[in-house]
């Protein structure tokens, strides 16, 4: 029986032709490795934790019409009953509830959430659940259609809506807590595209119950959130998209969405053995191909926004952008000057969408020589990697409070001298920011500059420096003293931190980076540049230079070496700071975090990979050096 399920609904919310692409199998970018996925958001091991709060749950299981039936059985013959992923069939729609609570004609529908709120800020913005910046609407979309769908099986009952999630304002009074949960590997189905995994809580009983009193007398960072009121806000909406959703899924007919800048973020852009064409092709047509395309502009959704009021927004007018997708004007060379300059014609977004559209080569603005020249020898290239976890590591911390797990540097100790590499890199199971600024401190000292690609790196000492000052222990006096002549804590503060990239944003472009300035674009761009033979060597000697068969030197990213580490169905690879996080989450608490073969294989994946994002600023200083010289 053909049927619009839970996840059907989300897909279909943000663009209703996807609908069709998904029920007819389309590959997506999302079903990589769904395993490391959720492993770096924590939602296996919160769900887990979710389910132990209601002891006398019972989960259902089997094949979807077995678990329809036994949902239908069990709530049927109890009048009052707690299910874990029950399953509600009504009118060409299924849900799986993450924990439906039966007492007597009520029915409380809970879904679980490893997204976090502030229950602070909460009770002090009155639209907080639709703030734009907290970006709960989909969730509230989620928990509105399947208290929809539980209605319409249930009309006589009284249906009430519910969201639980961690609590960052919330500390938690347990230690250890998040390693009383063991990720365990289950075999994949004949029809699974990626293994299974279950989650056991190793605890004591002791703890467990201590966990569910601090629960039931809200002390827990667990909360359970009424969501009635945010659910009838937008029920009208979800009730009519849904109609038009089930209509597609029961006649099969593919819902048209004019395309639009939001096509830019499209998961169905892969090609498989049953779909030579992917999704995003087949909605553009020809003009999926066209060379340079209009949504490689950076900052596209502000430029297409940018001629739109609140007048012309409420009456649905388009946007620049879309405007012109729409007249099939779809280039780069299609996009009017004006568009991307300010009112009076002076540029914005640091420039870059005006540099696409006008700019076909390499330059460096007079700025850039005055601010490189007062950094002091010597130079320090740091990067760090960060991890938050949902469920606190320890006591007194707060969901998905900032971990640094590791760091890396590079130092040239005077002009022309080659870059020395340092790392500190933690593999143990504890909290680790004090002894991470500790062997900082040791490497770099207060001599010279310390050069980063972001705000990022003062942002997360800043942080230690007040954790620091909140614990007031006088062993650890000297490293806070450092982090105070380090870190930036005011915008006109003078340190000794110094971020590239905020230099590349003002002064810096090549056509292949386009709209973009991360590290990851900008060192292609400036190898493509330059004709240095000391970062080639510098790169050949890490096994990062290579040139592709048409002459062009490739990306040293995708160079990195791939350890022999296959989870969920596929190799990891350790190329960006998402999968940085991954990578650390399972070593330390996923399914490999006792095979001490696969976790020394993350260690030299993780190492190669910070060092890599060092090189990298060395690398672009030294091509920036050798230009303004």
Not at 311 to 337: H, M, Y
Not at 436 to 456: C, D, H, I, M
Not at 571 to 592: P, T
């Amino acid at each position: 029986m053909a049927h619009l399920s839970k996840s059907d609904f989300k897909v279909a919310h943000t663009c209703g032709t996807k609908l069709w692409y998904k029920k007819h199998g389309y590959p997506t970018t999302n079903d990589q490795n769904e395993y490391m996925n959720m492993l770096a958001d924590g939602g296996f091991m919160f769900g887990k934790l979710a389910m132990l709060l209601f002891p006398e749950g019972i989960e259902v299981t089997g094949s979807v019409f077995e678990a329809i039936a036994r949902t239908e059985e069990l709530l049927a013959n109890n009048k009052n009953i707690i299910l874990f992923e029950p399953a509600i069939s009504v009118n060409n729609q299924l849900v799986r509830v993450d924990v439906l609570v039966k007492t007597g004609n009520e029915i409380k529908v809970i879904e679980v959430k490893s997204k976090s709120f502030d229950s602070v800020k909460m009770l002090q913005d009155r639209n907080y659940w639709f703030n734009p910046k907290y970006d709960f609407k989909p969730y509230i979309e989620d928990i509105a259609f399947q208290t929809k769908v539980v209605r319409e099986k249930f009309p006589n009952s009284e249906i009430k809506s519910f969201l639980m999630m961690p609590d960052t304002s919330t500390t938690s009074q347990f230690d250890d807590l998040i390693n009383q949960f063991q990720i365990v590997d289950i075999p994949p189905t004949p029809n699974s595209k990626y293994r299974n995994v279950d989650v056991l809580f190793t605890g004591s009983a002791n703890l467990l119950q201590n966990v569910r009193d601090a629960y039931n007398n809200d002390n827990l960072f667990v909360k359970l959130i009424p969501m009635d009121e945010q659910v009838a806000h937008v029920m009208n909406e979800v009730a009519h998209t849904a109609a038009i959703f089930v209509a597609s899924v029961v006649n099969d007919v593919k819902i048209i969405t004019p395309l639009s800048c939001n096509c830019k973020s499209c998961e169905y852009t892969l090609t498989d053995q049953n779909h030579p064409e992917s999704g995003f092709n087949t909605c553009w047509g020809a003009l999926a191909n066209v060379e340079p395309h209009i949504l490689s502009l950076g900052q596209l959704g502000n430029v297409n926004k940018k001629t739109l009021n609140n007048e012309k927004r409420a009456a649905g007018e388009l946007g620049c952008i879309d405007d012109l997708i729409q007249q099939g004007r779809v280039s780069l060379n299609d996009i009017p000057v004006e568009v991307v300059t300010s009112a009076n014609g002076t540029p914005y977004y640091n420039d870059r969408p005006l540099y696409q559209l006008t700019k076909n080569e390499e330059f460096i603005l007079p700025g850039l020589k005055g601010e490189m020249g007062i950094v002091e020898y010597p130079l320090n290239f740091i990067d760090f990697e960060t991890n938050q976890n949902c469920i606190p590591l320890h006591e007194n911390m707060r969901p998905y409070e900032n971990i640094i797990f590791q760091w890396s540097c590079h130092t040239i100790k005077e002009p022309g001298a080659k870059p020395i590499h340092s790392e500190w890199l933690n593999t143990t199971d504890r909290f680790p920011n004090i002894a991470f600024v500790e062997s900082l401190k040791n490497q770099l000292g207060l001599e010279g500059t310390f050069l980063t690609w972001s705000a990022y790196e003062n942002t997360q000492l800043k942080a230690v420096h007040g954790y620091l000052e909140e614990l007031n222990n006088p062993a650890f006096e000297q490293v806070k003293n450092w982090l105070y002549r380090v870190v930036k804590f005011h915008d006109d503060d003078v340190t000794k931190l110094l971020d590239m990239h905020d230099l590349a944003k003002k002064y810096y472009f090549h056509p292949i980076m386009g709209g973009r300035t991360s590290i990851k674009v900008a060192l292609p761009a400036v190898l493509n540049a330059t004709n240095s033979n000391v970062i080639r060597t510098w790169l050949e000697e890490e096994n990062l230079y290579g040139v592709d068969d048409n002459g062009v030197i490739i990306n040293p990213y995708k160079l990195l070496p791939t350890p022999a580490i296959t989870v969920g169905g596929e190799r990891i690879v350790i190329r960006e700071g998402g999968g940085a996080m991954s990578a650390y989450n399972d070593m330390l608490y996923g399914i490999n975090k006792d095979n001490q073969e696969v976790k020394a294989l993350y260690e030299g994946a993780l190492k190669k990979y910070c060092k890599l994002d060092t090189l990298s600023m060395v690398c672009i200083w030294q091509h920036w050096m050798e230009i303004l010289n």
